[in-house]
T-cell receptor, first 113, second 114 residues
């Protein structure tokens, strides 16, 4: 089955800790994205990557970091610098950046205690 | 700033009622338009999309949407909703003059009462 796998589904973190969310895809897509979903605000773009070893900041990149060492993988680190990290995080991919249709993972819910 | 607006945040309908969810965007130029749906406990999935051609597009599960360029709108419709349509619906737009990045509206949470 082709798709996007995010882990963990649920994560709790103490304030001041960094945490890394995993995103893997086997769709052979070039582009990958991280969105943050908050109630009433829709999805806001954190980072995206058009190709391996390249990534760009989205609208709300502060306090986050990413890497794209392999085509299949695009992990997101939520650092202690992120002021309001409790949220639902969605990873997505597309054939190319700008191709339009995104394919989403099931999401990771991060709660900071 | 470029934006996508969904004016209805919460909608409650009874089964068999008709549905229309509004979506307006602020981009000029060529746009591609999408509706995504997120059923409870499931991942976001594409409901329908418009790239060009007939402005009335049909998607899965009996949904359709109409692109009205003069109104910068892409409203989602369904003539008769079912309980299984309970979900959150997101309108999204990408524009050639916005780096082709997909921008999402705030979402509309639909509850259909059986």
């Amino acid at each position: 089955d082709g798709g996007i796998t995010q882990s963990p589904k649920y994560l709790f973190r103490k304030e001041g800790q960094n945490v890394t969310l995993s995103c893997e895809q086997n769709l052979n897509h070039d582009a990958m994205y991280w969105y943050r979903q908050d109630p009433g605000q829709g999805l806001r773009l954190i980072y995206y990557s058009q190709i391996v070893n390249d990534f760009q900041k989205g609208d709300i990149a502060e306090g986050y970091s990413v890497s794209r060492e392999k085509k299949e993988s695009f992990p997101l680190t939520v650092t202690s610098a992120q002021k309001n990290p409790t949220a639902f995080y969605l990873c997505a991919s597309s054939i190319q950046q700008g191709a339009g249709e995104l394919f989403f993972g099931e999401g990771s819910r991060l709660t900071v205690l | 700033a470029q934006s996508v607006s969904q004016h209805n945040h919460h909608v409650i309908l009874s089964e068999a009622a008709s549905l229309e969810l509004g979506c307006n965007y602020s981009y000029g130029g060529t746009v591609n338009l999408f509706w995504y749906v997120q059923y409870p406990g499931q991942h976001l999935q594409l409901l329908l999309k418009y790239f060009s051609g007939d402005p009335l597009v049909k998607g899965i599960k009996g949904f359709e949407a109409e692109f009205i360029k003069s109104k910068f709108s892409f409203n989602l419709r369904k003539p008769s909703v079912q309980w299984s349509d309970t979900a959150e619906y997101f309108c999204a737009v990408n524009a050639n003059n916005a780096g082709n990045m997909l921008t999402f509206g705030g979402g509309t949470r639909l509850m259909v009462k059986p």
